[in-house]
Nanobody, 125 residues
Framework: QVQLVESGGGLVQSGGSLRLSCACS????????ITWFRQVPGREREGISG????????YYADSVKGRFTISGDNAKNTVYLQMDSLKSEDTAVYYC??????????????????WGQGTQVTVSV
């Protein structure tokens, strides 16, 4: 049974950092692309960072490039999202997702078959 469980969200001041974790089970990281999405109520879900199943190709949305870093630990079957220089506009529920996605589709939700339950990130001004 495939499961993705996010953790690490919380409340942080603007300019601060958080590290999100996506613990995966029922498959191994090299089988899927894992991507972090975020969503604010009333707005479209946004794909912000992905890591290709090989682990050596990563993707970033312009909104987080240079501030967020995605990485994977195959031994722990966990993907991390290090978020630095956080801004109030980063406030959202963050989800990780697993699927067969490549360079042209990594940030589209329809590319992903499995989703976690989400973790709230709130950045105070």
């Amino acid at each position: 049974q495939v499961q993705l469980v996010e953790s690490g969200g919380g409340l942080v001041q603007s300019g601060g950092s958080l590290r999100l974790s996506c613990a995966c089970s029922g498959f191994t990281l090299p089988e899927y692309t894992i991507t972090w999405f975020r969503q604010v109520p009333g707005r479209e879900r946004e794909g912000i960072s992905g890591i290709f199943k090989s682990g050596d190709i990563t993707y970033y949305a312009d909104s987080v490039k240079g501030r967020f870093t995605i990485s994977g630990d195959n031994a722990k079957n966990t993907v991390y999202l290090q978020m630095d220089s956080l801004k109030s506009e980063d406030t959202a529920v963050y989800y990780c997702a697993a699927g067969i996605a490549g360079p042209a589709s990594w940030n589209y939700g329809w590319s992903y078959d499995y989703w976690g339950q989400g973790t709230q990130v709130t950045v105070s001004v």
